[in-house]
């Protein structure tokens, strides 16, 4: 299924919905809190339940769920969002090696052999959250905006010191991430040894849905958690990126296991995998730029997750 967050264009708060197969969209959620994120924590309807309405929509028939009629959209009639704003957490690895081994040349050094031991991650800022068509701020005082193609799980079960191989029956589903980076501050602030922070926390979008994970069954690598998925970023038209998802070093069970490890993780919590390789302008550039400007198009590619665009907003 591919879960969304939307508001129709005459209404202004948003609500939880479905994409059927042949593109119309049902809202399951009627209030204002009937949002993806409160459908996560409360699992009410159960995704059987939704499953099954999809199917019985697609066929012809009337959209009741819970003995209630359901309202169905056009995709032109809606304003998507994020798939899950707000999130509970923004947990960030660094687990595609080619980006890794890549990042460390530029900086004229190996990759620490700590990396091969443990996944590792940062927290990002869970309340900069920015869906499909947004604008995205370009922070004051950098001058060297990239963007980091990624796929994120988002946490449908909690757990703790969950076993990697036990780490599916987590995920309710995967989203394309852009991991928004200025790159001269976040330069700054890791020469310290912390970070990064302000080099990151301004802004994550996401979208433009969120695929549970049965839509991706038949690409499955064999690994938890890791498909076979191509994925390109384009600015303004150009490819400037392309990997693929069965290249990560370090499996979604992996990092769920790490996360997991002596901490519960909650419904609604997610989990990014790290910048692809060849996967930012950072990489492909040996960090000297060009880098995005105001007005540029981003748009992050996955294969079964659709299509991210954003806008770069002007500075101020």
Same mark, same amino acid.
């Given at each position: ?29 009627? &209030? ?31 959209? +009741? *769920? ?7 959209? =056009? ?42 031991? @443990?996944?590792?991650?940062?927290? %990002? ?17 950098? &001058? ?10 988002? @946490? ?5 010191? @969950? ?7 987590? @995920? ?8 928004? %980076? ?7 602030? /890791? ?22 994970? =049965?839509? *991706? ?23 400037? &990126?392309?990997?693929? /998802?069965?290249?990560?070093?370090? &499996?979604?069970?992996? *990092?769920?296991?790490?996360? %997991?490890? =002596? ?20 990489? +492909? ?30 500075? %101020?």
């Amino acid at each position: 299924m591919k879960l969304i967050d939307f508001t129709p264009l005459s209404e202004t708060y948003p609500r939880f919905g479905v994409i059927t197969p042949k593109g119309a969209i049902i809202e399951i959620g009627e &209030s204002e809190k009937g949002t993806l994120s409160g459908f996560i924590t409360r699992a009410t309807p159960g995704i059987d339940e939704i499953r099954a309405l999809i199917e019985s929509v697609d066929a012809g028939n009337a959209p +009741i *769920l819970k003995g209630h009629t359901r309202r169905v959209f =056009d995709q032109d009639a809606v304003t998507l969002h994020a798939p899950l704003s707000p999130m509970r957490s923004l947990r960030d690895f660094y687990a595609f090696e080619q980006h890794v081994k890549t990042a460390n040349q530029n900086r004229g050094r190996e990759v620490p052999k700590e990396w091969y031991e @443990i996944p590792v991650f940062y927290f %990002s800022n869970h309340n900069a959250i920015y869906g499909q068509d947004q604008v995205i701020p370009y922070p004051r005082q950098s &001058s060297a905006l990239d963007y980091e193609l990624e796929i994120a799980c988002v @946490i449908g079960k909690g757990g703790i010191n @969950i076993a990697p191989e036990a780490a599916e029956d987590h @995920i309710l589903g995967l989203m394309i991430f852009n991991d928004w %980076s200025a790159r001269d501050l976040q330069r700054q602030e /890791m020469v310290v040894g912390l970070g990064p922070a302000k080099g990151k926390d301004f802004a994550s979008s996401f979208g433009p849905y969120l695929v549970t994970l =049965d839509e *991706l069954s038949d690409r499955h690598m064999g690994r938890p958690g890791v498909y076979d998925l191509e994925m390109v970023a384009r600015v303004n038209g150009e490819e400037r &990126s392309r990997g693929n /998802m069965r290249d990560l070093y370090y &499996s979604f069970g992996d *990092l769920i296991a790490r996360a %997991s490890q =002596d901490v519960p993780l909650y419904p609604g919590e997610v989990i990014g995998s790290g910048t692809v390789g060849t996967g930012c302008l950072l990489e +492909i550039t040996r960090a000297q730029g060009p880098w995005l400007q105001p007005g540029d198009v981003v748009e992050l590619e996955i294969e079964r997750l659709g299509i991210l665009r954003n806008t770069i907003g002007q500075k %101020s």
